[in-house]
């Protein structure tokens, strides 16, 4: 653990490749330095997948392609690395010159709250993902009660908007890939 005197020691991009390659988790890299991502719950895992799931079925075979949370998103302009818990790339995937596998133009990112991430998630992550161009909504779902949040702009210079869901037959729209999801197919499995 860090000593509380000492200043977090940065890692370079080649110390953060080769930590990532040796760990079990996912570690994102912010500028320099690390956060690991702790394992999720089990409603985490099923309102992830209930959402990749949907997203995958509605726009199979079209210009939209979901990514679950394997995929790293590149934020080039803040020299950061992350892992959303899903996100869409509409049209080509685009890659980072410095770590070909990690994408820098989706265009919806979406992260499950919990309580080790929610204030990131909602604040420092949120405020790097204002920094990618290509990025046009941004949505944040609870995992303990029907509570989503679709944060939406027009393009990189607008001001963000937001919609807020709160029942279980309220039907989510993203408008940045025109699909509606259902709050029961979000929660599916799940008693809230």
């Not at 020691?9 to 570690?27: F, G, R, V």
């Not at 690390?34 to 409603?43: F, P, R, S, V």
Request: aromatic fraction near 12%; glycine fraction near 4%; charged fraction near 20%.
């Amino acid at each position: 653990m860090q000593s509380p005197n000492k200043p977090y020691k940065t890692y370079n991009l080649k110390e953060y490749i080769q930590l990532l390659e040796e760990s079990d988790y996912k570690i994102e890299y912010l500028n320099g330095h690390l956060k690991m991502m702790a394992g999720g719950t089990n409603a985490h895992a099923r309102i992830s997948g209930n959402i990749f799931g949907e997203l995958y079925q509605l726009h199979k075979g079209n210009n939209c392609t979901p990514f679950n949370s394997d995929c790293m998103i590149a934020i080039e302009s803040e020299k950061s690395f992350v892992f959303p818990d899903v996100s869409v790339v509409c049209g080509h995937p685009d890659f980072s010159s410095t770590m070909p596998e990690a994408i820098i133009n989706p265009t919806l990112i979406i992260e499950v709250l919990s309580e080790s991430t929610e204030l990131y998630d909602r604040t420092e992550k949120f405020q790097r993902y204002w920094n990618i161009p290509s990025l046009k909504e941004y949505v944040l779902v609870s995992q303990k009660e029907f509570n989503i949040q679709v944060y939406y702009r027009e393009n990189k210079n607008s001001l963000w908007h937001i919609d807020a869901f709160f029942k279980a037959d309220d039907s989510v729209f993203l408008r940045s890939i025109n699909t509606h999801l259902s709050i029961t197919d979000i929660y599916n499995g799940l008693e809230i």
